[in-house]
């Protein structure tokens, strides 16, 4: 079974500022990597599919990378509905999260 | 519009059962693989299982196999998530979710609350 760890577990950063979340899978998962946002008291919303792919509606500021065991979710020029916790992704098993908060 | 309405979410007592409900409007579920996912303060996001969109395949997380089953009628474009045996562990907000691709979900409902306590 994969085992996905994210890091850090939380990001600190100012609006404007670029946010970098790293995803890294215990074996090669190839590119079968998402990632969701969610917000307090809401379902998670999908950003990304295999890897790098954007989900209709999502903002241009966000882009997934990587392949292999390492993946990256960059969110550029933070705005303020961007506050959340991210979560990465692959066939059954989740990330344990990585919260991006005002600093 | 599309959506996913989730409802069935009850306070239950240890070794009951409880079935879930996932109405799908807006598109058919027959076209789309469908799943389950629960969120508990302990574990997270933890998936549960997913029906394949011709209903031939399901699968099951280790956790929840031989006690929850995952099923639908397409009569009414409703998904079910049956739960039996249910443990305080059980506890937490249930998700019904749309595949895009895989197991990349593009579509949730808003959740149901479970809580299992005596």
């Known amino acids: 079974e994969v085992v996905l760890t994210q890091s850090p577990a939380t990001l600190s950063l100012s609006p404007g500022e670029r946010a970098t979340l790293s995803c890294r899978a215990s074996q090669n998962i190839y590119i079968s990597l998402a990632w969701y946002q969610q917000t307090p008291g809401r379902a998670p919303r999908l950003l990304i599919s295999?890897?790098?792919n954007r989900a209709t509606g999502v903002p241009a500021r966000f882009s997934g990378s990587g392949s292999g065991t390492d993946f990256t979710l960059t969110i550029n020029s933070l705005e303020p509905e961007d506050f959340a916790i991210y979560y990465c992704?692959?066939?059954?098993?989740f990330g344990q999260g990585t919260t991006v908060e005002v600093k | 519009q599309v959506k996913l309405v989730d409802s069935g979410g009850d306070v239950v007592q240890p070794g009951r059962s409880l079935r879930l409900s996932c109405g799908a409007t807006g598109f058919i579920l027959n076209d789309h693989a469908m799943h389950w996912v629960r969120q508990t303060p302990g574990k997270g996001l933890e998936w549960l299982t997913v029906?394949?969109?011709?209903?031939?395949?399901?699968e099951y997380a280790d956790s929840v196999k031989g006690r929850f089953t995952i099923s639908r009628d397409t009569s009414t474009n409703t998904l079910y998530l049956q739960m039996n045996g249910l443990t305080t562990d059980d506890t937490g907000v249930y998700y019904c979710?749309?595949?895009?691709?895989?197991?990349?979900?593009?579509?949730w409902g808003r959740g149901s609350r479970v809580t299992v306590s005596s």
């Open positions: 029906m394949s969109f011709d209903g031939n395949r399901k």
């Open positions: 992704q692959q066939r059954g098993t």
């Open positions: 295999d890897a790098s």
């Open positions: 979710a749309r595949a895009l691709v895989g197991y990349s979900l593009d579509l």
